[in-house]
Structures are given as structure tokens and as C-alpha cells.
């Protein structure tokens, strides 16, 4: 039996505060949350958006693409890493940057390409998936 699929829709970039509120939700209890989608599908900009909901200050959450990983402070001064692994050719090379202490850490780990470290992840963690719908608009897949 699969664990049923959160559909959330984002018909603009005016509605992703409300999303991402409803993602804060249903991340309670997970450390790690993988977001895939495609090139330009908004991964990062999402995480900017649930990072806010957080109370991350929005300046402050940029894409980690060429630090592979950033690090930010929630409204508790408690650690949130945002990781990058598009650029990465095999899991060693997160194993390197030392992601499994990350991971392990019990802090929020969100995670940006995460099919390219797929063998390191936990079992227990969240998928979501956003998918373009149009220009500005999103599908949002969670699934545990």
C-alpha cells in the first residue's frame, strides 16, 4: 500500500506563501524533504517561499548551485540546509562535503536534485515534485 500523494496547485507566484505554508505543515516530523522537478520547474524559489514560512528572512535564501550547500537560521535560530546537487557526479562527492552529517544532524535538510546522492538518503524522508503547469503556475506533489 503506498502512502497517499498531497496535491497542492500554485496558480502563481502570489499563491506560493499559502503553499508553502501548507508544506511547513506537512514536513512536521521530517528532516529531510527532496524536491525534484525539472530545470526552471521553481525548486529553489519554492524553498525561498517555505524558508520565509520558517522565518528565514527572504534575503538571505539564495540557490546553493556552486556552494553545493547553504545554510540559514528559522525564526528558532535553528539550522536549515539547502543543498544543490545538480552539479555533482556521484554521491562520493557529497559524501566529501560531509552531507551524510548533515542528514544525520536532525536539522531540516531540503534538498535540490536529490536522484543525483540517491543511494545516501534515508529512507525516511519527503518527496516533492513540482511540476509546470504554465508560466507561472505549479502542480505540488508530497509523498512520503
Known amino acids: 500500500m503506498s502512502a497517499p500523494v498531497l496535491e497542492i496547485s500554485i496558480p502563481s507566484l502570489a ?28 525548486k529553489t524559489t519554492f524553498i525561498k ?20 550547500v547553504n545554510e540559514y537560521r528559522d525564526a528558532h535560530n535553528q539550522p536549515i540546509y539547502h543543498f544543490d546537487f545538480y552539479r555533482l557526479d556521484s554521491p562520493v562527492e557529497a559524501e566529501q562535503l560531509g552531507a551524510l552529517e548533515y542528514f544525520d544532524s536532525g536539522y531540516l535538510c531540503l534538498i535540490e536534485w536529490p536522484s ?12 516533492i515534485r513540482l511540476t509546470v503547469t504554465g508560466d507561472e503556475s505549479r502542480e505540488l506533489k508530497i509523498k512520503n
Open 15 to 42: 499563491a506560493l506563501p499559502a503553499a508553502a505554508a501548507q508544506v511547513r505543515e506537512a514536513i512536521q516530523g521530517h528532516t529531510i524533504v527532496c524536491f525534484e522537478g525539472e530545470m526552471g520547474a521553481g
Open 49 to 68: 517561499a517555505l524558508c520565509e514560512s520558517l522565518g528565514v528572512p527572504g534575503r538571505d535564501v539564495s540557490s546553493p548551485t556552486f556552494a553545493l
Open 116 to 127: 543525483r546522492i540517491e543511494p545516501l538518503l534515508p529512507s525516511n524522508r519527503l518527496l
